[in-house]
């Protein structure tokens, strides 16, 4: 018997560069649209990372010129400013590598970490830190965006949120416009063992309502709870 296959639409879609995180309201609209069809990451994290043998801080950069060559997979780090990006890199990693700060707006370029030499962490900065300046804020928006925005390797984006509070206007712009760019996205809830396990359940639920999205991982770096 003839086995049957399953004809694949071409994809012949250019990347377009918007300004991040600043939408229309077609944009926005596209932006629903596409997050209903990708209720999922759309490429899941297939790579391993049980044992690492391997850490180590690869560079440091603001522009495309910047980063790393060599094509191995990159899976991308954000959230707002202090949400637990660099917690979740050592907890996942086992090392202490990756900056941590208390005071939020600290990584002020796309920090690159190789792992076992078959992938690469991108710890990019935190958006919305209100007590930054102006330009300050500016700059780091255009650090996430040469990033978001480049033909990279980029197995999935990691979009960290605080489930104590519901997502911001900032976290819900930033995920349309990743989900606009067609990105591969995760959404991981940070610092879950602040809340109790029903309000747990009744934040997770609230972040796939807003966001559109299901399978939202708990993660705690405390308890290791998602790891």
């Known amino acids: 018997k003839r086995c049957s296959r399953r004809r694949r639409s071409p ?10 995180p600043r ?4 944009d926005e609209a596209a932006g629903a649209r596409a997050a209903r069809r990708h209720v ?7 790579i391993p990372i ?14 495309s010129a910047d980063y790393p060559r060599g094509g191995l997979p990159e899976v991308a780090v954000l959230g707002r ?45 935190g958006y919305g830190y209100a007590q930054a300046p102006i330009a300050v804020r500016r700059e780091l928006a255009q650090v996430i965006e040469n990033y978001l925005s480049a033909k990279r390797p980029t197995a999935l984006v990691v979009q960290i949120i605080d489930p104590r509070h519901a997502p ?43 966001l559109s999205q299901e399978n939202i991982i708990p993660f705690s770096s405390e308890t290791g709870e998602g790891k």
Request: proline content about 3%; aromatic content about 6%; overall charge positive.
């Open 81 to 125: 400013s202090n949400v637990g990006k660099s917690s979740l890199i050592n907890t996942l990693t086992g090392r202490d590598m990756a900056r941590v700060s208390r005071t939020p707006g600290r990584t002020q370029q796309a920090h690159f970490y190789r792992v076992n030499e078959s992938f690469l962490f991108v710890d990019l900065p």
């Open 168 to 210: 911001s206007a900032l976290d819900l712009e930033m995920n349309k416009w990743m989900v606009g760019q067609g990105l591969p996205i995760r959404i991981v809830c940070s610092k879950i063992d602040k809340l109790s396990r029903r309000d747990q359940q009744a934040s997770l639920l609230r972040a796939q309502s807003m």
């Open 23 to 26: 939408l229309t309201e077609a």
């Open 11 to 20: 994809r012949n879609r250019r990347r377009t560069r918007r300004t991040c």
């Open 40 to 46: 999922t990451a759309t490429c899941p994290l297939e």
């Open 50 to 63: 049980t044992r690492v043998t391997e850490f180590r801080f690869e560079t440091g950069a603001l522009r």
